[in-house]
């Protein structure tokens, strides 16, 4: 029996930020892991303000975006009061629930990735030839890299405030969620190329092409990796997790390489290079249930 899914159901998920911000369930899972901290709040707190600054960053962009995102940008403008208000709160929950449990700290952590999508999406900077974030070239990947990084390395911490010996971890984390998000966002940029040229706005694979932009790339997955092999020597993060979390990073440059192949849909691997997420939980989860074994 095949399964009918009404198409405006399945565009209020598909377009809802839900996805993201399982996803970022799963980075909190992650960074948690990797800083030694039991899983908390911070999980329910990830997603919420995702979903919450996402669905705003699409209200915000509708115009700019239409290029780039037809259909979603269609969904969106012809809901706007109904997406505006889901998000309101989503971020309302996201702040009540990082108050209560990482206070005044947990508070501005949560606040940050919005306060950034604020002047990454509108245009407030007292700056004529840019006044968005988005706008600047690098800065625009930069910024978005900085925001979800500090979320999910960070607000974990906030709820076991107080407890230094997860600083250290807790770092690694972020400065490694910072570099894979950066790729991220590029990866995505290849797809958005034609759209951003038209609208003015610089990314690398505008700016430098897309072939120089995957062997940017690839530097950084050399730098991710080199950054957890040294982490784990110097004993802030667990020794397994070159490996656990190796996979994804395996996965991460087929994406990259597979953007210029002839036969490829650019559209498809952007949607497939989200599952680097799912192989960072997978791993971490194997990782730390003992079936893979590090000698010391």
Request: aromatic share 10%; proline share 4%.
């Amino acid at each position: 029996m095949k399964l009918v899914v009404p198409k405006q159901l399945y565009a209020a998920v598909v377009h809802s930020s839900v996805f993201l911000g399982i996803a970022t369930i799963g980075e909190i899972y992650v960074a948690s892991s990797l800083a030694g901290i039991e899983p908390n709040a911070a999980l329910l707190v990830g997603f919420l303000i995702t979903v919450g600054i996402y669905n705003f960053d699409k209200l915000a962009d509708l115009d700019a975006d239409e290029a780039n995102y037809a259909g979603r940008t269609a969904f969106v403008a012809a809901h706007p009061k109904l997406y505006a208000g889901f998000s309101a709160l989503a971020i309302i929950g996201a702040l009540g629930l990082s108050i209560s449990r990482g206070g005044v700290y947990g508070l501005g952590l949560t606040l940050f990735p919005g306060v950034v999508a604020v002047f990454y999406s509108f245009p407030l900077l007292p700056i004529p030839s840019a006044d968005r974030l988005k706008d600047i070239f690098l800065v625009n990947t930069a910024v978005v890299a900085l925001a979800w990084a500090v979320l999910v390395a960070f607000v974990p911490l906030a709820v076991v405030a107080g407890q230094s010996q997860y600083v250290a971890g807790a770092v690694v984390a972020a400065v490694w969620f910072f570099v894979r998000s950066a790729i991220s966002v590029e990866v995505h940029n290849v797809r958005d190329v034609e759209g951003d040229k038209e609208n003015g706005v610089a990314t690398l694979p505008t700016v430098v092409g897309v072939r120089r932009t995957q062997l940017i790339l690839y530097a950084m997955e050399v730098v991710s990796l080199g950054l957890l092999v040294g982490a784990a020597w110097l004993e802030y993060v667990p020794i397994w997790a070159p490996i656990a979390l190796l996979p994804a990073i395996v996965y991460s440059v087929w994406i990259t390489y597979a953007l210029t192949g002839t036969n490829r849909s650019v559209e498809r691997l952007c949607t497939l290079r989200d599952g680097e997420g799912v192989l960072m939980v997978l791993g971490v989860v194997v990782a730390m249930s003992g079936v893979v074994s590090i000698p010391v």
